[in-house]
């Protein structure tokens, strides 16, 4: 048996990709930030999928608190095969309002957290010899320019090249790198965000509807198998066709 960490894994999408990961074999790190609650509740339904798991209260962005947690991964987990970089926030403000306070919050958490987590886990990763996968959630916002979403894009965007870089270094020691870029996923944040998401972006997408966080899920599944072997350095976007035109498609708050 191999574990996987997962980060941002106390609700959403990275709770439902530690789901699925356990229903495939593997033993679940929960990464949390603050979150015991929703850390609970996660590793309750990995244990109802057939999975077993360990929590972390950790914020991605500190090196002190990511050492923790791969000191914890190293005496008490399974060998480390798989990483999902999930956890990341975001600020809604315009780029003359966006204050340098919360532009060096997302960037610590989402670009920087993904750093770190990468950089251990690939020492770890290198040491046991036996190669890994590191999955890092992006978004549409790797490419695509977001209105009011300055920091956000920026962080995504530099994910997208922290992803090939990794995979071009890391290849020879078997570990591959990928990106997985989701479109319009409906989930308890965004049906937050809008109560119209699913419908508004589902009209948008050529597939004619939104995502799920299974979607996302899924994708995390198939990289992390043998079927996927010679796949690193990729970004893959999981949108419905909604970025294939690069641009952004839609003119009023979704």
Same mark, same amino acid.
């Not at 306070?101 to 251990?120: A, C, E, M, P, Y």
């Not at 894009?153 to 020879?172: D, F, H, N, R």
């Given at each position: 048996? $191999?574990? !996987?960490?997962?980060?941002?894994?106390?609700?959403?999408?990275?709770? $439902?990709?530690?789901?699925?990961?356990?229903?495939?074999?593997?033993?679940?790190?929960?990464?949390?930030?603050?979150?015991?609650?929703?850390?609970?509740?996660?590793?309750?339904?990995?244990?109802?999928?057939? @999975?077993?798991?360990?929590?972390?209260?950790?914020?991605?962005?500190?090196?002190?608190?990511?050492?923790?947690? %791969?000191?914890?991964?190293?005496?008490?987990? !399974?060998?480390?095969?798989?990483?999902? #970089?999930?956890?990341?926030? $975001?600020?809604?403000?315009?780029?003359?309002?966006?204050?340098?306070?919360? %532009?060096?919050?997302?960037?610590?958490?989402?670009?920087?957290?993904?750093?770190?987590?990468?950089?251990?886990?690939?020492?770890?990763?290198?040491?046991?010899?036996?190669?890994?996968?590191?999955?890092?959630?992006?978004?549409?916002?790797?490419?695509?320019? %977001?209105?009011?979403?300055?920091?956000?894009?920026?962080?995504?965007?530099?994910?997208?090249?922290?992803?090939?870089?990794?995979?071009?270094?890391?290849?020879?020691?078997?570990?591959?790198? #990928?990106?997985?870029?989701?479109? !319009?996923?409906?989930?308890?944040?965004?049906?937050?965000?809008?109560?119209?998401?699913?419908?508004?972006?589902?009209?948008?997408?050529?597939?004619?509807?939104?995502?799920?966080?299974?979607?996302?899920? $899924?994708?995390?599944?198939?990289?992390?198998?043998?079927?996927?072997?010679?796949?690193?350095?990729?970004?893959? %976007?999981?949108?419905? @066709?909604?970025?294939?035109?690069?641009?952004?498609?839609?003119?009023?708050? !979704?």
């Amino acid at each position: 048996m $191999q574990s !996987a960490l997962i980060t941002g894994a106390s609700s959403g999408i990275g709770r $439902q990709i530690a789901i699925t990961l356990a229903q495939v074999g593997y033993q679940i790190v929960v990464d949390h930030f603050r979150d015991p609650d929703g850390a609970d509740e996660t590793l309750s339904l990995v244990r109802r999928a057939g @999975g077993d798991g360990l929590a972390f209260d950790g914020d991605v962005g500190s090196s002190e608190e990511m050492d923790k947690l %791969f000191e914890m991964i190293s005496a008490e987990a !399974a060998p480390l095969g798989v990483v999902v #970089n999930n956890a990341a926030i $975001q600020t809604f403000a315009s780029l003359v309002e966006l204050t340098e306070q919360d %532009f060096d919050r997302t960037i610590r958490t989402n670009l920087k957290g993904t750093f770190l987590v990468s950089q251990r886990a690939a020492r770890l990763m290198k040491a046991h010899g036996d190669g890994g996968v590191i999955i890092n959630i992006g978004s549409g916002a790797n490419q695509v320019p %977001f209105p009011d979403l300055v920091d956000y894009c920026c962080s995504k965007g530099g994910i997208e090249m922290l992803t090939k870089v990794s995979a071009v270094e890391l290849g020879p020691d078997k570990i591959r790198v #990928n990106c997985i870029a989701p479109g !319009a996923i409906v989930n308890d944040r965004t049906r937050a965000e809008s109560p119209n998401y699913a419908k508004t972006w589902g009209e948008i997408a050529p597939l004619r509807r939104a995502g799920t966080e299974q979607d996302i899920a $899924q994708m995390v599944q198939f990289l992390v198998s043998d079927q996927a072997s010679f796949v690193t350095g990729q970004t893959i %976007f999981v949108d419905g @066709g909604l970025w294939t035109k690069n641009e952004w498609p839609y003119e009023e708050d !979704a």
